[in-house]
């Protein structure tokens, strides 16, 4: 028998490899397109017609009422798209997440502006921080209502225009905190206490939760006046998984 | 009325330093504590109301070291728009119970009555101690409240219910408002306490030949405002525990129903918020009474002795103190003109509020009448009350317009209403404080006050306070409402200048007022030893050592043989003749032809 | 120093009369049928006021310049008439002048209050809420539908507590953030607080009025210039009570047909 030809063997041996490491790393591009691996994605939709949501009159905050002229606004209770798109629903792990609360690193910010909560829902983690500010030219006072006797307390305090953020964090799930201006009363927005991770769809209805390790969960949807609905979902490893939901309008 | 005295209680002189100078039943230690806490608390009532004008005209200033007191209420600094109300609400509870109930009346009162009418002691000399610590543990009760929760209450020295009955209506209004309301129902105690121990005093304790009418006319306010004060602080103690009974035990005596707060509807029904209205105001008309009558009455007491002869007529001054007492008790709707009860009662109130003008006018005829021939004699004490009597007379011509409801439905609720009480309030009250001060310091502490100093401390308060409350009142009159945190509202703009103008003032003032507080401190210590009667006064405060000794007057009780007020004195070996002096001289009062 | 006490009073009497003389500083004009007589009363009680603080601070003054600082060994005497004639002038004319000004007082006071407004009267319902004011118009069939507060949800901009659904007398009510009149009409205010004290004050209407919670309150006006004007409210009703105001419009009858007519697509 020939002895093997070392330089052949490592030649040989060197390709594969290459080529092994081509094919995974092209591989792996491929799944970076959304959506992106251990998340998931989804539309909420709204099946019906929209309840009326009345225009809001700023005339007492000229300030305010300037901004809107040219685009009046009205109440965001229920925000649908042509195409049936609910905006400001939260999608949230409600059971099965047994990781530790997300270490949320980003810090939201809560912003007043033209006399309106931007955004009108936004989703948190418990012991996330996140900023109160306060763009427009005149005070406002920021008053969440978490559930009286509940683990989460009401606080109440003003922010003159200019005013440094104010930092803020909840202690304990809540679905939902709703957040008034007592200056402005038309003002209205939700926070929404989690654990774990969360995404907010958008004006076309989209969301998206990143972060998940595979695994068996129950999604909820929040809407704030529609209510809640669930839906079991698996995420495999290496697969993306999607979800959606239908809001029916009352 | 009989002029035999009854004797006070008798006690040997006190041993130890904390029966010396800390529970005392002496009345004058008593009194220079009550002084002390006033003094206190009218320095931190001033700064409050420094902050609020700073506040007012630079809204985004930042305080440096508030943040320190409030992060929530002043974050970096600056005040915010609860924060206002809430310094605005201790500066006007500090003010009119701790500075002008606790001063005139019980600082001075409680020193000099006693030894005005020639007595050892207060009638119950331990309820007289028990009457300071009481107001004592009223004021760390009200001053907790900057340090606890949300702070301090927004409602204001009046409180109106619903907005203090319902602890959801406001930062502050939690905890801060019972706090508030616990040190005001304390604080009536100490003042019921005190009442009862003047009247008593005033009426069994006079020395022999003291008969009422010899009583010197700062004695005279005195009593009548214990009278006074009797009735209008036992209104207010149950009022204030049916409001923390509304806060805390679930009951509705301010509270209706169908009321919406929070966007939650509060479990309450039945209550009135006018019943809280009327309960505060049949307190709070006489309380403002109470606050100046002593001030009157001892401005009187100093003006005669300035001018060295006698007011044209003593009994119109008693008279007039006792009609202002008795009609007090009838003027109280007119703070609730426009609150909704039946309009008919607003021209029943009206009508004696008007008619009150009378006998103040009367006071401030005889004062100035007086004046006319007389040997005025100019001195810090004299200068500040003859400065009383301007800004007397200043402060009350504004409630002429206020008296009448047509005109309230205009200047209600603005800065008109604010200058009018501060002018009588703020100001008058306190020139009479101050005239007392200087009067009275050689007396109470054996050291004479420099007299370059209390001057320059008149010029710059007179001047001043003329600069700070006279623009109220324009203010007013264009319609500024009060109680704002700020001044967004369009009409309010052009304002503004003016408003800065008055803070200024005021920082000033406030100033100069560190003068009279430098000279006071150096004084009780280093001033010039006091005579026995550095003013030639003729009442017997001034026929006993400076200071008097533990029991007034060395254990043998003077006899009075004259009215009060002999200057002017033909034949006299000075030019007045002491109350208790045996000299048998045709003096003023006896003379018909002077009078 | 006596005189110069005197001097500095003086000047400090003119200089505080000096705003009031030359009308630097005073309320606004009255747009109200009712107002005049509220303007005449505070123009009569200005003159008096002023009379007595003038005479009282000047007179003072030059008492203190006469009688400080006098050479020892002066005589001193008494005022002529002593107090008798003092006492008796004072009950005489501040007396008479006082009970004048509130007698005259009351007619100004009963019109607002003693005369009820005229039967085609329009009601406009006012709402005062810790920190806005909103009114509701009745709509065609001239009927207020039943207030439910626990209905109001501020979010959804029910403020009044409406229930549409179920009260025909409410599904025709418009809700609006401003107060439009028609000038020259009479209007009845009915008025009444969500949460606790308030008060509606309109400076150029020469109105003002309490919020009492659990009360049903009326007030009534009527408008005699076309104009934007602010109400604003007076009684101290927590951190926003320095922001809580309306606009008053009151325009031309066509122009508020208009207007109401605008709102009412906006319920």
């Given amino acids: 028998m020939k002895k093997p030809n070392l330089y052949r063997v490592i030649g040989t041996l060197s390709a594969v490899l290459i080529l092994a490491f081509v094919v995974t790393k092209s591989q792996r591009s491929v799944r970076a397109a959304p959506p992106p691996e251990g998340g998931i994605a989804g539309t909420v939709k709204l099946e019906g017609t929209a309840p009326h949501q009345r225009p809001i009159d700023m005339s007492k905050e000229p300030a305010c009422a300037a901004v809107h002229k040219a685009n009046p606004v009205t109440t965001e209770n229920v925000v649908a798209g042509a195409d049936g798109g609910l905006k400001n629903v939260v999608v949230y792990i409600s059971e099965g997440w047994s990781g530790s609360p997300e270490a949320a690193t980003s810090t939201p910010t809560w912003d007043q502006k033209g006399c309106q909560y931007i955004p009108h829902v936004m989703g948190l983690d418990v012991n996330q921080h996140f900023k109160v500010t306060n763009s427009d030219p005149t005070s406002h006072n920021i008053h969440p209502m978490p559930k009286p006797g509940g683990p989460n307390h009401e606080w109440n305090k003003s922010q003159p225009s200019g005013a440094p953020p104010i930092d803020a964090v909840w202690g304990s799930e809540e679905v939902a905190i709703h957040v008034k201006c007592n200056i402005h009363p038309w003002m209205s927005g939700y926070m929404v206490v989690v654990k774990g991770p969360y995404g907010v769809s958008d004006d076309s209805g989209s969301f998206k939760i990143e972060n998940v390790p595979p695994g068996n969960y129950t999604l909820t949807a929040w809407q704030e006046t529609l209510g809640t609905q669930t839906q079991k979902i698996t995420l495999a490893a290496g697969k993306p998984s999607t979800a959606s939901f239908t809001f029916k309008a009352k | ?595 | ?267």
């Avoid at chain 2, 420094?50 to 974050?75: C, D, K, T």
């Avoid at chain 2, 033909?570 to 000299?583: A, F, I, K, L, R």
Wanted: with cysteine; net charge neutral.
């Fill in chain 3, 1 to 267: 120093m006596g005189k110069l006490v005197a001097v500095t009073l003086i000047l400090i009497a003119i200089g505080s009369a000096i705003p009031i003389l030359a009308h630097i500083w005073v309320p606004p004009a009255d747009i109200s049928t009712h107002g005049y007589q509220i303007d005449e009363q505070m123009s009569d009680t200005m003159v008096e006021a002023g009379i007595c603080f003038l005479a009282a601070q000047i007179i003072l003054a030059v008492f203190i310049w006469m009688f400080s600082d006098r050479k020892p060994g002066t005589k001193i005497n008494a005022f002529p008439g002593g107090a008798k004639g003092l006492v008796i002038g004072a009950f005489l004319l501040v007396g008479t002048e006082v009970l004048a000004l509130g007698f005259f007082g009351t007619k100004a006071w009963a019109t607002i209050y003693f005369t009820p407004p005229a039967a085609d009267a329009m009601s406009i319902q006012v709402q005062a809420g810790q920190f806005a004011f909103y009114f509701r118009y009745p709509g065609p069939d001239g009927k207020f539908g039943p207030l439910h507060p626990e209905k109001i949800n501020e979010a959804n901009q029910n403020i009044f507590g409406l229930d549409v659904d179920n009260d025909p007398a409410s599904k025709d009510d418009i809700v609006t953030a401003e107060m439009g009149v028609p000038v020259n009409k009479e209007v009845r205010l009915l008025m009444h607080a969500k949460d606790v004290g308030h008060s509606f004050y309109v400076r150029e209407l020469r109105i003002q009025q309490d919020f009492v919670p659990g009360l049903d309150l009326q007030l009534h006006f009527t408008a005699t210039k076309v104009g934007r004007y602010e109400i604003v409210c007076t009684q101290l009703c927590g951190l926003g009570h320095y922001n809580m105001k309306a606009y008053l419009n009151v325009m031309s009858q066509p122009d508020y047909d208009a207007w109401i007519k605008q709102q009412a697509t906006m319920q």
């Fill in chain 2, 1 to 595: 009325m009989h002029d035999v005295s009854a004797h006070a209680a008798h006690h040997t002189p006190p041993q130890g330093f904390l029966r010396k100078y800390v529970f005392s039943v002496d009345h004058k230690v008593i009194g220079k504590q009550y002084y002390g806490l006033g003094l206190l608390a009218v320095m931190i009532g001033m700064a409050l109301s420094w902050l609020m004008r700073i506040h007012l005209v630079w809204p985004n200033f930042a305080i440096p070291g508030l943040q320190w007191l409030s992060s929530a209420g002043a974050p970096g600094g600056v005040i915010t728009p609860e924060y206002y109300l809430q310094l605005m609400t201790m500066h006007g509870t500090l003010m009119v119970f701790f500075v002008l109930t606790n001063v005139p009346f019980a600082g001075f009162g409680n020193f000099f009555l006693p030894i005005q009418i020639g007595a050892e002691d207060m009638a119950f000399p331990r309820f007289n101690m028990m009457s300071f610590w009481v107001t004592f543990v009223g004021f760390c009760v009200l001053v907790a409240a900057f340090f606890v929760g949300d702070g301090p209450p927004l409602s204001g020295w009046t409180a109106y219910a619903p907005l203090s009955a319902l602890p959801g209506t406001g930062p502050g209004q939690a905890m801060g408002q019972t706090l508030w309301a616990i040190s005001i129902a304390v604080f009536c105690i100490g003042q019921l306490l005190g009442s009862l121990n003047f009247i008593t005093t005033t009426l069994d304790l006079r020395t022999k030949g003291m008969t009422l009418m010899r009583m010197p006319l700062c004695t005279w306010a005195w009593f009548i405002t214990s009278c006074i004060g009797l009735l209008a602080f036992a209104v207010l103690l149950p009022a204030c525990i049916l409001l923390i009974l509304d806060r805390v035990a679930g009951t509705s005596f301010f509270v209706p129903s169908n009321l919406v707060v929070s966007d939650q509807l509060v479990n309450h029904s039945g209550g009135s918020p006018l019943l809280w209205q009327h309960l505060f105001w049949f307190f709070g008309h006489p309380e403002v009474y109470i606050a100046i009558l002593p001030a009157a009455g001892i401005v009187s007491h100093i003006l005669v002795n300035s001018y060295r002869r006698p007011l044209l007529s003593h009994k119109a001054i008693i008279y007039c103190m006792m009609g202002i007492g008795f009609l007090s008790y009838m003027v109280w709707g007119h703070h609730m003109f426009l609150s909704g009860m039946n309009p008919f009662s607003a021209l029943v109130f009206s009508f004696p509020t008007l008619v009150i003008t009378i006998p103040a006018t009367i006071l401030v005829l005889i004062w100035i009448g007086s004046l006319y021939g007389s040997n005025l004699q100019i001195n810090s004490a004299s200068l500040f009350a003859l400065g009383f009597i301007s800004m007397f007379v200043s402060g009350g011509v504004s409630g002429f317009f206020l008296a009448q409801p047509a005109i309230d439905v205009y200047l209600h609720g603005t800065y008109f209403v604010v200058g009018h009480f501060h002018m009588v309030m703020g100001v008058a009250a306190i020139f009479g404080m101050f005239a007392g001060t200087y009067f009275w310091a050689p007396k109470m502490f054996g050291r004479m006050m420099n007299e370059t100093l209390g001057k320059i401390h008149f010029w710059g308060t007179f001047v001043g306070t003329y600069c700070i409350f006279m623009p109220f009142h324009y203010l007013g009159l264009v319609g500024n409402v009060r109680r704002y945190s700020a001044f967004v509202d369009d009409y309010l703009a052009p304002l503004m200048p003016v408003h800065r103008f008055i803070t200024i003032a005021a920082l000033a003032t406030g100033a100069v007022q560190l003068i009279f507080v430098y000279n006071l401190a150096y004084s009780r210590f280093k001033g010039k030893p006091a005579p026995e009667n550095p003013w030639q006064g003729t009442s017997l405060e001034w026929a006993t050592s400076s200071p008097p000794p533990w029991d007034n007057f060395g254990g043998k009780l003077p006899v009075v043989y004259h009215d009060p007020y002999q200057y002017g004195i033909e034949g006299s070996s000075g030019d007045y003749v002491m109350q208790n002096s045996p000299e048998q001289i045709q003096t003023a009062r006896e003379d018909k032809k002077l009078i």
